[in-house]
């Protein structure tokens, strides 16, 4: 009888990571979150898998200072490791934090020019030119004026 029942594979913490990270870049959330969790709790001071249960708990509950927090703390731990500011930058993408979601780009960039990831994302989101004068506001009426000027002349 007990040839019958079928056992349940469990999977290795690096297993559960790294399904989870697939199945969330697969647009299946839930069950990223929960790899991601599992992988997470097996060994929570792991930097990579708390940096990545972060960036499913930003995009999954939508649970900002959490995933913050989790998030920094795994770079703080390892600063040497890009990957770890690509998944801070896109928690603060996920909540529109564009400038914050750069810095740690660029950040990642210091550590790792060379990586694809990291210049994807930098490429993706543009850089804005400094404001024409930079001692007043960016929203400011004569900024505006100036940067659609210098828009239509470059």
Same mark, same amino acid.
Not at 30 to 51: I, T, V
Not at 98 to 103: P, T
Not at 118 to 128: H, K, N, P, V
């Given at each position: 009888?007990?040839?019958?029942?079928?056992?349940?594979?469990?999977?290795?913490?690096?297993? &559960? &990571?790294?399904?989870?990270?697939?199945?969330?870049?697969?647009? &299946?959330?839930?069950?990223?979150?929960?790899?991601?969790?599992?992988?997470?709790?097996?060994?929570?001071?792991?930097?990579?898998?708390?940096?990545?249960?972060?960036? /499913?708990?930003?995009?999954?509950?939508?649970?900002?200072?959490?995933?913050?927090?989790?998030?920094?703390?795994?770079?703080?731990?390892?600063?040497?490791?890009?990957?770890?500011?690509?998944?801070?930058?896109?928690?603060?993408?996920?909540?529109?934090?564009?400038?914050? #979601?750069?810095?740690?780009?660029?950040?990642?960039?210091?550590?790792?020019?060379?990586?694809?990831?990291?210049?994807?994302?930098? /490429?993706?989101?543009?850089?804005?030119?400094?404001?024409?004068?930079?001692?007043?506001?960016?929203? &400011?009426? #004569?900024?505006?004026?100036?940067?659609?000027?210098?828009?239509?002349?470059?």
């Amino acid at each position: 009888m007990a040839d019958s029942m079928q056992t349940k594979r469990e999977f290795t913490p690096d297993e &559960h &990571h790294r399904r989870g990270l697939a199945l969330l870049e697969g647009g &299946h959330g839930q069950d990223g979150l929960e790899h991601l969790s599992r992988a997470y709790l097996s060994d929570p001071q792991n930097a990579c898998y708390r940096s990545s249960y972060a960036l /499913a708990l930003a995009l999954v509950k939508q649970q900002f200072t959490g995933a913050v927090e989790l998030a920094r703390g795994a770079v703080r731990q390892e600063f040497y490791n890009p990957d770890l500011y690509l998944n801070l930058a896109r928690i603060y993408l996920a909540f529109d934090f564009k400038a914050e #979601a750069i810095r740690f780009l660029k950040r990642g960039l210091m550590v790792d020019p060379e990586n694809e990831g990291l210049q994807r994302s930098l /490429a993706e989101l543009g850089m804005r030119r400094r404001p024409a004068l930079r001692f007043l506001p960016r929203t &400011h009426a #004569a900024n505006r004026f100036l940067g659609r000027l210098q828009a239509r002349l470059a």
